[in-house]
């Protein structure tokens, strides 16, 4: 497995919002196509096409959201696509995208929300090492947070 990120562009978009999920997903995320359409409203999401190789596997977008509080940083959306899905894309999808989170932003902590009954996702978010906080999001979602480890100077 050798997954990157590529920003949506014109070039991938269209096979972008082709990717989809199983039917028994449906409902925990939005589609692709109106996840990009909310991207292309807004400056602050940064929509990704996850790639294995050159082989298109999901999808993913983040942001920074300035007028939340002191602003906060949210891992808002991952979908893999249902021909990938059970080989772990997604577990190494979340990995590599909050290491790209820690660099990109200065912030600590990472931010998701997450319905309550979609089991599979919070399994995987609470082993990346998010955690409930209490809060729900505006569509009555659960929100989950992870703080990133300080960094510095090697303990000796």
Known sequence: ????????????RGAVERLALLPEQAGFIESPA????EADASDFWRPV???DGTELVGFAM????PFLGEGQLWFDRLLID???QGRGYAKAAI????????QEYPCRRVYLSVYGDNAAAIHLY?????SF???????????MVLDFPETGPAET
């Open 34 to 37: 109106e996840c990009l359409r």
């Open 133 to 143: 906080n209490g809060d729900y999001d505006t569509k009555g979602e659960r929100v």
């Open 82 to 84: 249902k021909a990938f």
């Open 126 to 130: 609470r082993q990346a090492g998010f």
């Open 62 to 65: 983040y942001g920074y959201l």
């Open 49 to 51: 096409g996850i790639y």
């Open 95 to 102: 990995a590599a995208l909050l290491e790209r989170l820690r």
């Open 1 to 12: 497995m050798c997954l990157h990120f590529e920003t949506v562009t014109a070039k991938n």
